[in-house]
């Protein structure tokens, strides 16, 4: 097909042109970084975590006698591991993901310096089972460092301590972690045991490279350990977290004690990120629509303002065939010049967004696969206008317009 006529009749409707143009460049660019964003908040919603969140409730007690709480624990803990189905319990101050954090810095040398916070976790005797932590080296506590240990002014006055394989990795790379010593506030802690990765309390606050940055402390029965971690079988969650607050409950008359699964707490932290999620699609729904119904719109206009020159095409010789794919060509080049400004557009608002927002680098293939479907949706959508031009019948050349 000769592409000059298309030229020539683009010249002269320059403004409808035009706004195809900067329509279809707006929505490459918009859905380019728009679906980058996604991607990269549903890769955060599904951060794996080295603990069995399938198999684990969390019981949280606040409001008892701050003296007898650390007495309380035993007893607690005993009740319940008497709930039916519950195969291992553990008091723990504070949980993965339960956006309180309790950050430490630490080192590898006692006057070192860092930019990671990492979560510290103090868990009784326990709280490996409870807690489903994967063993990738070294070993867990002993019953002696159990009861040896404790807190003051949260911290541990333990001598050991576990780390994830993503600190082992960070603070001595390509060493091995067993053995050696960790530095904090004039402390310092031999690694015994390197876990699989655990989520930190808040991986948004830890710094970079602090997402899997986590510590854990053995700690006899402290007054700090509110919570409780119960591990069942998934499918005996919902009823064991009902009958374990029912017993907390009723052996701490005057306490307020809580509930819930830990699927529930990885959802309550997520759900600013999910309800952005859904926002976003929105945004590329709506941006979508407007384009489709523009070029729709614009191309009806056109075939209206053009029905005697396609009626005389159809009288000289033209099929139905060849006024499809006129305006099915015009559409891909209005398309291609859209695509090419709106690839510069996007690559432009992700180096903003890079230096004042924190994002990272949009992969390249985020463009290429933005202009394809913007290719494909510009040609469904002239598709309708287009098969109407094409029924024009050459009749209409006789008459005025």
Not at 256 to 281: H, Q
């Amino acid at each position: 097909m000769e592409i000059r006529p298309i030229f020539s009749s683009l010249r002269r409707h320059r403004i409808p042109a035009l706004l195809i143009v900067l329509e279809i460049a707006l929505a490459c660019a918009v859905l380019c970084n728009a679906v980058f964003m996604i991607g990269q908040r549903m890769a955060n919603i599904h951060w794996p975590n080295g603990i069995d969140e399938a198999g684990i409730s969390v019981i949280t007690v606040n409001g008892t006698d701050a003296k007898l709480a650390a007495s309380n624990i035993p007893r607690d803990i005993a009740a319940l591991r008497g709930v039916a189905g519950v195969t291992a319990t553990a008091a723990v101050t504070s949980m993965p993901l339960d956006q309180s954090p309790a950050l430490t810095g630490f080192t590898t040398t006692p006057d070192g310096k860092t930019t990671v916070n990492t979560s510290v976790y103090f868990m009784g005797r326990g709280g490996e089972q409870a807690l489903g932590l994967h063993l990738l080296q070294g070993r867990f506590f002993n019953a002696e460092e159990y009861a040896d240990s404790g807190l003051k002014d949260f911290q541990s006055t333990a001598h050991v301590a576990l780390v994830t394989a993503s600190d082992a990795k960070r603070l001595w790379p390509g060493h091995d972690a067993l053995g050696k010593q960790l530095y904090a506030n004039g402390k310092s802690w031999t690694v015994v045991g390197v876990v699989s990765n655990v989520l930190a309390m808040d991986p948004t606050t830890s710094g970079p490279g602090g997402r899997y940055s986590s510590v854990f402390y053995p700690s006899q029965p402290d007054g700090m350990m509110g919570d409780y971690v119960v591990r069942s079988a998934p499918q005996d969650r919902d009823r064991i977290v009902r009958e374990a607050v029912q017993t907390i409950s009723a052996l701490n008359p005057g306490a307020v004690v809580e509930g819930k699964t830990y699927a529930r707490m990885r959802s309550d932290y997520f759900a600013n990120t999910s309800s952005m999620v859904w926002m976003l699609v929105l945004v590329c729904a709506v941006m979508l629509a407007v384009t489709v119904f523009g070029i729709v719109g614009l191309t009806s206009f056109w075939v209206g303002q053009r029905r005697r020159q396609i009626g005389i095409r159809r009288a000289v010789g033209a099929t139905r065939g060849h006024i499809l794919h006129y305006f099915q060509t015009e559409n891909f080049l209005l398309s291609t010049g859209g695509v090419v400004v709106g690839m510069l557009l996007a690559f432009g608002i992700n180096l903003y967004l890079m230096q004042h927002y924190a994002m990272t680098r949009m992969p390249w293939y985020y463009l290429p696969g933005g202009a394809v479907a913007l290719w494909l949706i510009g040609q469904l959508a002239v598709l309708g206008p287009a098969l109407r031009a094409a029924a024009v019948p050459p009749v209409v050349a006789t008459r005025s317009v």
